[in-house]
RNA sequence: GCGGACGUGGCGAAACGGUAGACGCAAGGGACUUAAAAUCCCUUGGGGGAAACCCUGUGCGGGUUCGAGUCCCGCCGUCCGCACCA
């Protein structure tokens, strides 16, 4: 039978209008089905996008399409992260406005989304840049502000005095300005906070419940809220030796034990003891300003050497009134954990170590290693950081060092020293100023995690609804306001942000006193914010009266499988579970935490070329021609020779991507699908290779001819099935079924690269079968089991290659859409054989085999084990040690 | 420095503690073609053998087990995350 090949570039786009205009996609909230919420990463709009941004669509595209077959009532949708700093500077590069710039692009990527066939619920589009998206966001700041959950504080950020922008720390590139190359300084500035740090404790535990996200998520968010248990103490200090009469110093310590070890007190450059003792010390005061201007490169921290400044004063050991200890400002001491100061304990922290080496204040080993001798340990240059037994500690000597923290800990909650006159550092506990005496220490959880800045001094962002007036101070803008909508006419010709610059905009009246001179907050937000609930949007994406409906929500949520790279494991994905918990509190949510299940894709990666001048190449202007082994690449248009290099993820600097139009109009968006779930596990890296795609090609076109093939011989199949089939029909059922089994639950499991292998198994089998009988007259029985077969393999290859398998499925002779089928029932007799043929091992090598009916019981098995030739040989005669008979699976004789 | 993951043919990879290398790519041989493409068939971890088969093999060294690619301990290597976090 001539069958023509299949013509991806004409079948594609036709298969795509039919799912469109049939609008099957489109999710309901009224359906009674169970629910399922499976949601790619959305993008951020910044062109059209390359294969290597098809990955992730393609994992969830086929988990979207497989649980419809599977009956649930799907919700895939999808949107834009439409704010963001490239819209800006391309409006400063090229003179169009940040939105038409955003909306081109838009148009640009979901064009690309379509002609890969992807199933999503359009009806449902959101862009975070529509007022009618972020209108709902800037509520949600007034309520969380209400809730307390929102905080304006003074902080210190990297600030580009060239740009007049803070940027963020991944911006500053050994201390300059990304874009403008200017050495950045550090700045305070008023800020506005979320509080996520009200949450530490909650999202740390929480992860515990989070039984389907990768470990490896689980663990980065468990470092990076980097929980740690230890004491606050309160130091006194000399009055004489202070600047203004400071009497007391709060430290934070996770190593109470090492008290006795003690050598010196050391402040942050930015410790207000620090800075009061820098007034009335020019030398200290130029001391911390040389620290201030080191950058936060890790390389410059890295080799920084530990630097401190003695300043005069003297804190008193909390176990010995006479015993003092000096106060440095040392550059090592952050301001921003603990409390900024620490006590110095150089044998047991390296840190520390180094410095009393530097600085001759010498060391006394406290905790001594179960294999030394505490007579002879002495400490050098490594300090000992690990638990141990106390020694030249007094009371603690002998203890393990978790009972010596223990009893620090007990003694000095017992111990209280009258409350300080001026407090020198962070103050701990408001409200209790009127009981007197205070306990010198307290036992404290620290958290590694920041509070979330979320003000940027930027035009293409969600304006904060905030107006500042003289006279009331912080007046939230009246709901009936919203949206804050930001203005057209912006210039982007000077530097700094241009909400600040524009004429009226800022401009605006009290809404509480009238008083005409009030201002708007010019400071957009974080575009984290923007991305950190549109999930919730989608469940109910036109509301225009709340962000959602929390009933409509609440049936949705949480996302039962979040799809997107590991790039997003800590930031994104931490923002988006403490945004859910500030939205529980302010009653627009019932859960707390958005997804349920995540997966984290791994690149696509291709070679790279490069010219002998340097220049990257494109893989389509690159002639690959291969000598044997050697592979040798030349420019295409010239000939001139081509420099092959490393594999790199597809990325527009490199330019070693792939467009999805140029590989649709090629290959069809089948082929392109098939090869990013094909290759690899798909949490690991897949290599894009032309090797790889012309396979996945000609796979197409064999499963299309295979189809039809299998068709024609099934198509004379009487519609009921048979009472009986032949063994020839039975075999072929069963490798069906198999099929269909195996590949259920690959795609259950996400494992895309097994069953892509099980489907060219089945395929193979198919191709034998039809192989096998096509010379022969052909029974109605083995032509019903070859169209199963057929309408099966077109359903199992059909959440991946979703085109191919209509046209496929229509030339079946459906009338139906594959995307509307039903996933097939799995026949489990067919998986159950009559006999089984065990593996036989000799002493754990394998040596035979032995065919045993399936329910056989273990003497039949031990005795038809026991007559093989292979074992009758080794055991010459003797009896067995032992037999082992793992069920259904193995047996091993242990000679 | 701290934390984690991984290490299997020429390559991408499979393998509930149970037959290592499924499946694909590449390579080689053959069929069909005037020829090429497409398609189909065969071979392909290493070593031995005419063959049946045998020996060996999952980074290295130990251990647990009837049985280890898989579990445990110690090395070596690669990759990732965090990083002056007291």
């Given at each position: 039978?001539?069958?023509?090949r299949?013509?991806?570039?004409?079948?594609?786009?036709?298969?795509?209008?039919?799912?469109?205009?049939r609008?099957?996609?489109?999710?309901r909230?009224?359906?009674?089905r169970?629910?399922?919420?499976?949601?790619?990463?959305?993008?951020?709009?910044?062109?059209?996008?390359?294969v290597?941004?098809?990955?992730?669509?393609?994992?969830?595209?086929?988990?979207?399409?497989?649980?419809?077959a599977?009956?649930?009532?799907?919700?895939?949708?999808?949107?834009?992260?439409?704010?963001?700093?490239?819209?800006?500077?391309?409006?400063?590069?090229?003179?169009?406005?940040?939105?038409?710039?955003?909306?081109?692009?838009?148009?640009?990527?979901?064009?690309?989304?379509?002609a890969?066939?992807?199933?999503?619920?359009?009806?449902?589009e959101?862009a975070?840049?529509?007022?009618r998206?972020?209108?709902?966001q800037?509520?949600?700041?007034?309520?969380?502000l209400?809730?307390?959950l929102?905080?304006?504080?003074?902080s210190?950020?990297?600030?580009?005095?060239?740009?007049?922008?803070?940027?963020?720390?991944?911006?500053?590139?050994?201390?300059?300005?990304w874009?403008?190359?200017a050495?950045?300084?550090?700045?305070?500035?008023?800020?506005?906070?979320f509080?996520?740090t009200?949450?530490s404790?909650?999202?740390l535990?929480?992860?515990?419940?989070?039984?389907?996200?990768?470990?490896?998520?689980?663990?980065?968010?468990?470092?990076?809220?980097?929980?740690?248990?230890?004491l606050?103490?309160?130091?006194?200090l000399d009055?004489?030796?202070?600047?203004?009469?400071e009497?007391?110093?709060?430290?934070?310590?996770?190593?109470?034990?090492?008290?006795?070890?003690a050598?010196?007190?050391?402040?942050?450059?930015?410790?207000?003891?620090?800075?009061?003792?820098?007034?009335?010390?020019?030398?200290?005061?130029?001391?911390?300003?040389?620290?201030?201007?080191h950058?936060?490169?890790?390389?410059i921290i890295?080799?920084?050497e530990?630097?401190?400044?003695?300043?005069?004063i003297?804190?008193?050991?909390p176990?010995?009134?006479?015993?003092k200890?000096?106060?440095?400002?040392?550059?090592?001491?952050?301001?921003?954990?603990?409390?900024?100061?620490?006590?110095?304990?150089?044998?047991?922290?390296?840190?520390?170590?180094?410095?009393?080496?530097?600085?001759?204040?010498g060391?006394?080993?406290?905790v001594?290693?179960p294999?030394?001798?505490?007579?002879?340990?002495a400490?050098t240059?490594?300090?000992?950081e690990?638990?141990?037994?106390?020694?030249?500690?007094?009371?603690?000597?002998?203890?393990?060092?978790?009972?010596a923290?223990?009893?620090?800990?007990?003694?000095l909650?017992?111990?209280?020293?009258?409350?300080?006159?001026?407090?020198?550092?962070k103050?701990?506990?408001?409200?209790?100023?009127?009981a007197?005496?205070?306990?010198?220490?307290?036992?404290?959880?620290?958290?590694?995690?920041r509070?979330?800045g979320?003000?940027?001094?930027?035009y293409?962002?969600?304006?904060?609804?905030i107006?500042?007036?003289e006279?009331?101070?912080?007046?939230?803008?009246?709901?009936?306001?919203?949206?804050?909508?930001?203005?057209?006419?912006?210039?982007?010709?000077?530097p700094?942000?241009?909400?600040?610059?524009?004429?009226?905009?800022?401009?605006?009246?009290?809404?509480?006193?009238g008083n005409k001179?009030?201002?708007?907050?010019?400071?957009?937000?974080?575009?984290?914010?923007?991305?950190?609930?549109?999930?919730?949007?989608?469940?109910?994406?036109?509301?225009?009266?709340?962000?959602?409906?929390?009933?409509?929500?609440?049936?949705?949520?949480?996302?039962?499988?979040?799809?997107?790279?590991?790039?997003?494991a800590i930031?994104?994905?931490l923002?988006s579970?403490?945004?859910?918990?500030?939205?529980?509190?302010?009653?627009?949510?019932g859960?707390?935490?958005?997804?349920?299940?995540?997966?984290?894709q791994?690149?696509?990666?291709?070679e790279?070329?490069r010219?002998?001048?340097?220049?990257?190449?494109t893989?389509?202007?690159v002639?690959?021609?291969?000598?044997?082994?050697?592979?040798?690449?030349?420019?295409?248009?010239?000939?001139?020779?081509?420099?092959?290099?490393?594999?790199?993820?597809?990325?527009?600097?490199?330019?070693?991507?792939?467009g999805?139009?140029?590989?649709?109009?090629?290959?069809?968006?089948d082929?392109?699908?098939?090869?990013v779930?094909?290759?690899?596990?798909?949490?690991?890296e897949?290599?894009?290779?032309?090797?790889g795609?012309?396979?996945?090609?000609?796979?197409?076109?064999?499963l299309?001819r295979l189809?039809n093939?299998?068709?024609?011989?099934?198509?004379?199949?009487?519609?009921?099935?048979?009472?009986?089939?032949?063994?020839?029909?039975?075999?072929?059922?069963k490798?069906?079924?198999?099929?269909?089994a195996?590949?259920?639950?690959?795609?259950?499991?996400?494992?895309?690269?097994?069953?892509?292998?099980?489907?060219?198994?089945?395929?193979?089998?198919?191709t034998?079968a039809?192989?096998?009988?096509?010379?022969?007259?052909?029974?109605?029985?083995l032509?019903w089991?070859?169209?199963?077969?057929?309408?099966?393999?077109v359903?199992?290859f059909?959440?991946?290659?979703?085109?191919?398998?209509?046209?496929?499925?229509?030339?079946?002779?459906?009338?139906?859409l594959?995307?509307?089928a039903?996933?097939?029932?799995?026949?489990?007799?067919?998986?159950?054989e009559?006999?089984?043929?065990?593996?036989?091992?000799?002493?754990?090598?394998?040596?035979?085999?032995?065919?045993?009916p399936?329910?056989?019981?273990?003497?039949?098995?031990?005795?038809?084990?026991?007559s093989?030739?292979?074992?009758k040989?080794?055991?010459?005669?003797?009896?067995?040690?032992?037999?082992?008979?793992?069920?259904k699976?193995?047996?091993?004789?242990?000679?």
């Open positions: 039978m001539p069958t023509e299949y013509n991806a570039a004409e079948a594609e786009p036709r298969w795509q209008k039919i799912w469109d205009e609008g099957i996609f489109a999710a909230n009224d359906d009674p169970p629910k399922y919420y499976v949601l790619e990463m959305f993008p951020y709009p910044s062109g059209s996008l390359h290597g941004h098809s990955r992730n669509y393609a994992i969830g595209d086929a988990i979207a399409r497989y649980r419809r599977k009956g649930f009532n799907v919700l895939h949708p999808m949107g834009w992260d439409a704010f963001g700093l490239p819209a800006e500077n391309a409006a400063i590069e090229r003179k169009i406005h940040p939105r038409l710039w955003t909306e081109r692009n838009i148009a640009l990527m979901k064009a690309d989304l379509k890969i066939g992807i199933s999503y619920d359009w009806s449902r959101i975070t840049c529509d007022p998206y972020y209108k709902h800037q509520k949600m700041f007034l309520d969380f209400q809730a307390g929102v905080e304006r504080r003074k210190k950020v990297n600030w580009d005095p060239v740009e007049q922008t803070v940027l963020a720390n991944e911006q500053v590139i050994d201390g300059r300005g874009r403008s190359g050495l950045v300084e550090q700045r305070e500035l008023t800020q506005w906070f509080k996520i009200d949450y404790q909650d999202l535990d929480s992860l515990d419940r989070l039984d389907r996200w990768p470990e490896k998520v689980l663990l980065m968010q468990k470092n990076w809220i980097g929980r740690s248990e230890g606050l103490i309160r130091f006194a009055e004489r030796s202070t600047p203004n009469g009497n007391e110093l709060e430290i934070f310590t996770t190593r109470a034990d090492t008290l006795f070890g050598r010196f007190m050391a402040l942050a450059p930015d410790h207000p003891l620090a800075l009061a003792a820098a007034q009335k010390n020019p030398k200290l005061a130029a001391f911390i300003a040389g620290c201030k201007r950058g936060t490169a890790q390389e890295d080799k920084a530990k630097l401190g400044f003695d300043t005069g003297k804190a008193i050991h176990f010995d009134p006479s015993w200890l000096p106060v440095y400002v040392a550059n090592f001491i952050l301001m921003d954990y603990g409390t900024g100061a620490i006590f110095g304990c150089p044998a047991h922290d390296q840190r520390d170590l180094d410095f009393v080496n530097k600085y001759r204040l060391n006394v080993p406290v001594c290693p294999s030394q001798d505490a007579k002879t340990f400490i240059d490594t300090a000992y690990g638990d141990g037994r106390m020694i030249n500690s007094r009371f603690l000597d002998g203890m393990t060092s978790t009972e923290k223990e009893e620090v800990a007990r003694r909650e017992k111990a209280t020293r009258p409350l300080a006159k001026t407090q020198a550092g103050a701990t506990a408001p409200g209790t100023a009127a007197g005496d205070r306990p010198v220490a307290e036992r404290r959880v620290n958290y590694r995690l509070d979330w979320i003000s940027r001094q930027r293409w962002g969600c304006p904060i609804p107006i500042h007036c006279a009331c101070g912080i007046v939230p803008v009246p709901e009936q306001d919203l949206p804050v909508t930001l203005p057209e006419d912006v210039s982007f010709d000077r700094g942000n241009p909400l600040d610059h524009h004429p009226t905009w800022g401009k605006v009246a009290c809404p509480q006193c001179n009030a201002r708007r907050e010019t400071d957009t937000m974080d575009t984290f914010v923007d991305s950190s609930w549109y999930f919730v949007r989608f469940t109910d994406p036109t509301n225009a009266a709340a962000p959602d409906d929390p009933r409509i929500a609440n049936a949705w949520m949480p996302v039962d499988i979040y799809i997107g790279g590991i790039e997003h930031l994104h994905l923002y579970r403490f945004f859910m918990r500030a939205m529980q509190k302010t009653g627009h949510v859960c707390d935490e958005p997804f349920a299940g995540l997966f984290t791994g690149m696509v990666l291709h790279t070329y010219k002998a001048d340097g220049d990257w190449i893989p389509a202007e002639k690959i021609t291969s000598e044997g082994e050697r592979r040798r690449a030349t420019l295409a248009a010239t000939g001139e020779a081509v420099e092959i290099g490393p594999l790199e993820k597809m990325s527009k600097s490199k330019r070693n991507t792939v999805i139009v140029e590989i649709v109009q090629s290959y069809g968006a082929t392109a699908r098939w090869l779930l094909s290759d690899s596990p798909p949490d690991r897949v290599i894009w290779t032309e090797q795609v012309q396979g996945a090609a000609r796979f197409v076109q064999r299309w189809v093939e299998a068709g024609e011989i099934g198509g004379g199949a009487p519609a009921e099935r048979p009472a009986q089939f032949s063994s020839a029909a039975t075999a072929l059922r490798a069906t079924h198999q099929a269909l195996a590949v259920g639950d690959d795609v259950e499991k996400l494992h895309f690269n097994v069953c892509v292998a099980h489907i060219h198994e089945f395929a193979n089998a198919l034998v039809i192989g096998d009988i096509a010379a022969q007259e052909i029974a109605a029985d032509r089991a070859m169209r199963e077969a057929a309408d099966i393999l359903q199992l059909a959440p991946m290659m979703p085109h191919l398998a209509e046209e496929c499925w229509a030339a079946l002779g459906h009338d139906t594959v995307a509307q039903p996933w097939p029932a799995l026949q489990r007799e067919l998986l159950i009559d006999t089984i043929t065990l593996p036989v091992q000799i002493n754990g090598k394998k040596r035979a085999e032995v065919a045993v399936r329910d056989a019981g273990n003497a039949e098995i031990e005795a038809a084990v026991l093989l030739d292979a074992v040989k080794t055991l010459d005669g003797k009896t067995p040690k032992k037999v082992i008979i793992v069920p699976r193995i047996v091993n004789v242990v000679a």
